[in-house]
Nanobody, 119 residues
Framework: QVQLVESGGGSVQAGDSLRLSCAAS????????MGWFRQAPGKEREFVAA????????DYGDSVKGRFTISRDNAKNTGYLQMNSLKPEDTAVYYC????????????WGQGTQVTVSS
């Protein structure tokens, strides 16, 4: 079992930046690929970004490409999501999750952290 705790959310203005962190405990963090997702009120969960175990391979949703950067520090058992040029439509609860590399479904999820972007 893996436990994930997100942090770094908050309320910012459009154009500002935030860095979210995802601290992992339990099984070795480097054994899992990691992803970030978000969900706004009344909306379905949306894929934001993903990163391989080594950190070499990354993937982004179209709405955040060029603005967000996913990274990880396996020595610290922590993943990150750097969010730049934030827009009001980025407002959501952001979740980190991990999965075994061969799977497209994520096994473990954090509790989420709120990001609110004001215009």
């Amino acid at each position: 079992q893996v436990q994930l705790v997100e942090s770094g959310g908050g309320s910012v203005q459009a154009g500002d930046s935030l860095r979210l962190s995802c601290a992992a405990s339990g099984r070795t963090f480097s054994s899992y690929a990691m992803g970030w997702f978000r969900q706004a009120p009344g909306k379905e969960r949306e894929f934001v970004a993903a990163i391989s175990r080594s950190g070499i391979s990354t993937d982004y949703g179209d709405s955040v490409k060029g603005r967000f950067t996913i990274s990880r520090d396996n020595a610290k058992n922590t993943g990150y999501l750097q969010m730049n040029s934030l827009k009001p439509e980025d407002t959501a609860v952001y979740y980190c999750a991990v999965r075994r590399p061969v799977l497209s479904t994520y096994d473990y999820w954090g509790q989420g952290t709120q990001v609110t972007v004001s215009s």
